[in-house]
């Protein structure tokens, strides 16, 4: 990961602006450099992955004085950049960002649409001595926008170098870019132009041969790359697909409670398995109550279900930075969204199936993709999702919801009949799995609980009235998770829609906790 920064005016100073930005140093510790430009600045902090050398520093600049800052990755961009060789562009880098100014200058703003990549950057045109600002479909790349005092706007990867500088802090909208004080939309990934009418055959084939295309243009990098590997079906597919791409060992990582961890012994198999290098991080009840105030700083959230499953991920990946040269992590994000939830075996008609779908992309950046962002950056690493590969993203989006939603008896049918005879043992391919957080150890949600109820007492529900005008806390639990919040992003708390919670308007759904462990259809989830 790298962290970018960006400013429309000049009427806040460079050392100002250095100062905020400092904040998220760790997402790229290998070096930092500011560029003043006439109309504002552009900083950024690098995290060497793509041509580390030192030509690939950024911001990259043009001769008619364009500059660019990104922190992303552009799959395939090296016959692209043969392509633009040939068109007589010279490139100082191994870099897939340098690619960045040459595009625009030929494409302008339907770059954006037309990029294979997840990404945030802010762009200065030297030509019209404007700023533009873009993010990637989905948002796996965070971006982060403010106005100053002075009514310029601020852009960031994270809302911590915003604090001080505006008074609201929002979440830049995935598959926008910003020109001339507007946001207009390039992409909308929940938008399905023509419903696929493909037969179940086709469909899992078509799975199996785009995950493994998003898989393999993930593995490609000029630093050691690992893998989380839970044991449920999502990661491990991930790992096995990418096992038998690469032909040797890899680097797998799981984590559990030392007391009552559920999913290290399926890690460990599915390791076994495909014959990787498996390494097992124990974390206490205690780890856990250590890190919350730090945690909830890192995610820069209140949410309940992103700060219990990021807790798991946030140590996993400290330990992971601490021991090994790994610094690119291929994680299972953005398949529950695609497939289904426990909850949504609930879904009362395909229709409701596909429309909670479409809402779960939407605001993914908010949950879950924020939640690897941050648990992995905030360790100098990277982040990769081959789930979120915006063709597979497309293509499950669009495939007829009658075909998604659970008729079969078994969550996720289609992928799971889509690498079924190869990849991995139907034992564990058809393995019903827990959410994150339970699956590290139920414990870990019960210590969070429990030091909730021994923080408040009865008088907890009027201290949340505080909280109303939005995302009213509900649980002494939620309501811990916003005092911290508030401490370090006071009256912030709109950077995030809501507590992310099952559907509670299906029958079935209407619960106050976020873990599947609620539902009567858990049954012998990550037992």
Same mark, same amino acid.
């Given at each position: ?23 998220? $140093?760790?997402? /790229?510790?290998?070096?930092? $450099? ?37 922190? /992303? ?52 045109? /030297? ?18 926008? *403010? ?128 014959? +990787?290098?498996?390494? %097992? ?50 994680? *299972? ?6 497939? *289904? ?48 590969? @915006? ?113 509670? %308007?299906?029958? /079935? ?9 609620? @539902?009567?259809?858990?049954?012998? +989830? *990550?037992?």
């Amino acid at each position: 990961m790298c962290s970018i920064m960006g400013y429309t005016s000049t009427d806040i100073s460079l050392s100002q602006l250095q100062k905020a930005f400092a904040a998220t $140093r760790n997402r /790229g510790p290998d070096g930092s $450099r500011s560029l003043k430009l006439p109309a504002g600045a552009l900083l950024f902090h690098r995290l060497g992955i793509m041509g580390p050398e030192p030509a690939g520093m950024q911001p990259f600049t043009a001769p008619d004085g364009s500059a660019v800052v990104c922190n /992303g990755e552009l799959y395939g961009f090296r016959k692209l950049k043969r392509e633009l060789e040939g068109r007589g562009y010279v490139f100082a880098s191994g870099s897939d960002c340098e690619l960045l100014l040459p595009l625009w200058r030929e494409q302008g703003a339907e770059m954006f649409a037309r990029l294979d990549a997840e990404f945030a950057m802010v762009l200065y045109d /030297g030509p019209s001595d404007s700023f533009v600002a873009a993010r990637d479909p989905i948002g796996i790349r965070p971006l982060y926008y *403010g106005y100053s005092g002075s009514g310029h706007i601020l852009f960031a990867s994270e809302p911590k170098s915003l604090l001080g500088l505006t008074e609201k802090i929002m979440p830049f909208p995935p598959g926008h870019y910003y020109r001339d004080g507007k946001f207009v939309c390039y992409r909308d990934m929940t938008r399905v132009e023509r419903v696929c009418d493909d037969d179940v055959e086709t469909v899992c084939a078509n799975i199996r041969e785009k995950l493994i295309l998003g898989v393999e243009k993930r593995l490609d990098a000029d630093v050691p790359v690992g893998f989380l590997l839970s044991g449920g079906l999502d990661s491990s597919l991930v790992c096995a697909v990418a096992a038998r791409l690469l032909g040797r060992p890899i680097e797998t990582f799981a984590v559990g409670m030392s007391t009552d961890a559920i999913d290290l012994k399926y890690a460990r198999q599915v390791a076994d398995c495909i014959g +990787s290098n498996h390494h %097992e991080i124990y974390i206490t009840g205690q780890d856990v109550l250590d890190t919350l105030d730090e945690l909830i700083y890192t995610l820069g959230t209140y949410d309940i279900t992103t700060i219990r499953a990021g807790m798991g991920m946030y140590l996993i990946c400290k330990a992971i930075h601490a021991q090994s040269g790994i610094r690119v992590l291929l994680t *299972g994000e953005i398949s529950d969204e695609l497939f *289904g939830y426990k909850y949504t075996d609930f879904a009362p008609s395909p229709e409701a199936f596909q429309a909670e779908s479409e809402k779960r992309i939407r605001e993914i950046h908010m949950y879950d993709v924020l939640r690897a962002d941050r648990c992995i950056s905030a360790n100098s690493l990277e982040a990769r999702v081959p789930f979120g590969d @915006l063709d597979f993203v497309e293509y499950v989006m669009s495939v007829d919801p009658a075909k998604k939603v659970n008729v079969y008896g078994k969550g996720k049918y289609l992928l799971r009949r889509a690498f079924a005879g190869g990849y991995l043992p139907e034992s564990i391919l058809q393995r019903e799995k827990a959410a994150f957080s339970d699956a590290v150890g139920h414990s870990l949600t019960d210590d969070l609980k429990a030091y909730a109820g021994r923080t408040f007492g009865d008088s907890w529900q009027a201290l949340a009235e505080k909280y109303a005008y939005h995302a009213k806390p509900f649980t002494k639990e939620s309501l811990l998770y916003r005092e911290i919040f508030e401490k370090h992003y006071p009256g912030q708390a709109e950077m995030v829609a809501d507590f992310w919670m099952p559907n509670r %308007e299906w029958e /079935g759904c209407n619960v106050d906790d976020p873990s599947a462990r609620v @539902l009567s259809n858990y049954g012998a +989830s *990550g037992e």
